[in-house]
Nanobody, 121 residues
């Protein structure tokens, strides 16, 4: 069982930046971020594959968000720049043991508790 502990998030004005962190208690094949707003399904944001260091992003965040990792600390980061009010959501860290890339929530085995990101206009 892998536990994920998130940190970061908060309130920021549009155009600002925030950084999310997620530390894993064990090894996985990939780690990423999803987000959810009330009444909508959880949405893929970004993922990084541990073995290849390949990264994948949702079209809505490309060019603004960057996912990275610290191997020694088994931690991933999500740097969010040029934030927009529509980025407001609960952001959850997720980890997968699958050996292939997936943006589906069904492909992720472990989840963090979620952290609120609010972008004011």
């Amino acid at each position: 069982q892998v536990q994920l502990v998130e940190s970061g998030g908060g309130l920021v004005q549009a155009g600002g930046s925030l950084r999310l962190s997620c530390a894993a208690s064990g090894s996985t094949s990939g780690m990423g971020w999803f987000r959810q707003v009330p009444g909508k399904e959880r949405e893929f944001v970004a993922v990084i594959r541990w073995k290849t260091n390949n990264t994948y992003y949702a079209d809505s965040v490309k060019g603004r968000f960057t996912i990275s990792r610290d191997n020694a600390k088994n931690t991933v980061f999500l740097q969010m720049n040029s934030l927009k009010p529509e980025d407001t959501a609960v952001y959850s860290c997720a980890a997968t043991s699958r050996t292939y890339y997936t943006s589906s929530t069904r492909g992720y085995d472990y989840w963090g508790q979620g952290t609120q990101v609010t972008v004011s206009s």
